[in-house]
């Protein structure tokens, strides 16, 4: 059987390991990091783009409207969260109309029929919290938000459950090949050999492609990003962007899946590709910059700052193609805004791709006949709460009692939903793991509350002493030791001391 290695398990990754784990193929999917999501994945704006902005003869603009559709069934499909809403750009004079029309005629060349330009009445109306200097906007119907690490994560779980190896904490440290044919990968785990190579390795994917000698080079763009108290979860309706520049689509408002608001981000190309740092100039910059939009903003309502890096080229669109140097590799880098809103479209055209190759290998690619299409839909006590079904609630506690115990009371997390994400087809094995799985840490007390019950669950449901315990993968452990280890050393420490 031919073996397919995916390196990167971003939502690129993981939406092409999904879409391949339809046929009958080995399929490996590398990661290494401790989780999936853990790149640009996990720290984004968590928009699906409507495809106005991108321009139509781009490879990002033509993806882009073509995975829009896709979203309402794909969510439902993999049980993800997800809330067509709409969108406003948001233009304050002539010049600002000016370009606002030209965002329309771009979307419909890109074929959206949809798109409207209102005025300054019918938007205050709409967004009532609007800075009232606001004059005109595009509006833009299908466009949406959704949680960019539950996709990926949903992403991942189906492709396990359908067959798909994944391997978590394997970096790849060379690509192995034969006389210009890709062979397999050279890790820290050892080598995995392999007929067919897909780099999906994010902001790395250019260092991937130059151990085949394929010359890229992807420059890191950080933005920062604040996210507010659900107490404010009302101010505003749509996604709300300012007029974009070449470089960025501006520092946006919006509301999330689960009831935020989430302001951001700014752009500043960095160097370094593991610096998510944030800056007290930066994060001051996105809430001006929001408040242009949304004048109101309240500051106290900041439960967490962080920020995301995008890989970005100087080209500014994605490349998708197979390697120019070895045959068998397919290099897919750049990918940038709109690249969660494009997931669905590229892993389609990776599978055609590989398609294509496979029959010019003479290989015949079989459909599984039992492929599972949907995820199961785990219980989550806010769900219930939101509709006022806490009696059919109360019927699952009385079958099993974890979910009667409420972990995290920001985000009114159970321990029966932490320990489904500990024990699931990809399982959360650290305390950001069980937060993207299920939101515990992530309400305004910021884990104040349930960390030390999120670490204890771990350490007894993954059978490991409680000081293994990380926050996100090795070199992360939350306790440094025993506090009668303390003790016992500050004696030590004194009784020498004392002797010197």
Known sequence: MMRIIIIGAGVIGTAIARELSRYEIDIVLLEKTADVANGTSKANSGIIHAGYNADFDTLKGKLNVKSNPVFDKLCADLKVPFKRIGSYVV??????????????????????????????????????????????ALY????????????TIAYANNAVINGVQLLL???????????????????????????????????????????????????????????????????????????????SKGILVLPTVHGNI??????????????????????????????????????????????????????????????????????????????????????????????????????????????KEKNSKLPHY??????????????????????????????????GEIIDAINAPVPAQTIDAIKRRTRASSGRCQAGFCGPRLL????????????EVSKKGSGSQILRARSKQLILEKIKEDKRAGDQ
């Open 169 to 247: 904490n394997t970096e790849v440290n060379d690509l192995i090949s034969d006389d210009g044919q890709i062979k397999g990968v050279k890790t820290n785990q050892g080598e995995i050999k392999g007929d067919f190579v897909i780099n999906a390795a994010g902001l790395y994917s250019d260092k991937i492609a130059r151990m085949a000698e394929d010359n890229f080079k992807i420059k890191p763009r950080k933005g920062e990003y604040h996210l507010f108290d659900k107490e404010y979860g009302d101010l505003v309706n749509h996604i709300l962007f300012p007029m974009p520049t070449k470089k």
């Open 456 to 467: 204890q669950i771990l350490a007894d449901q993954l059978n490991i002493d409680p000081l």
């Open 262 to 371: 989430l302001i951001g981000p700014n752009a500043n190309t960095i160097d370094d590709k593991d610096d998510l740092s944030t800056t007290s100039k930066g994060l001051n910059k996105v809430l001006n910059g929001a408040k242009r939009l949304i004048p109101e903003i309240p500051e106290k309502g900041v439960i967490t700052s962080f920020s995301g890096l995008r890989a970005a080229l100087s080209s500014e669109d994605f490349h998708i193609d197979f390697s120019e140097n070895l045959v068998g590799l397919i290099n897919i880098i750049g990918i940038q805004s709109p690249g969660l809103s494009s997931a669905p479209a590229i892993s389609d055209m990776v599978v055609e791709m590989f398609k294509n190759y496979s029959l010019r290998e003479n290989y015949e690619l079989q459909l599984k006949k039992d492929f």
């Open 91 to 136: 233009g304050f004079n002539e010049q600002d109309l000016k370009e606002l029309k030209k965002k329309k005629e771009n979307g419909e060349k890109n074929g959206l029929g949809d798109l409207e330009i209102i005025g300054q009445k019918q938007l205050i109306s709409q967004e009532p919290n609007i800075n009232k200097k606001a004059k005109y």
């Open 382 to 415: 806010y769900e219930y709460e939101d509709k006022g079904k806490l009696d059919d609630w109360q019927k699952i506690v009385e079958k099993h009692e974890d979910y009667g115990e409420i972990i995290c009371r920001c985000e009114h997390v159970s321990r």
């Open 140 to 151: 833009a119907p299908g466009a949406a938000i959704i949680s960019p690490y539950e996709l």
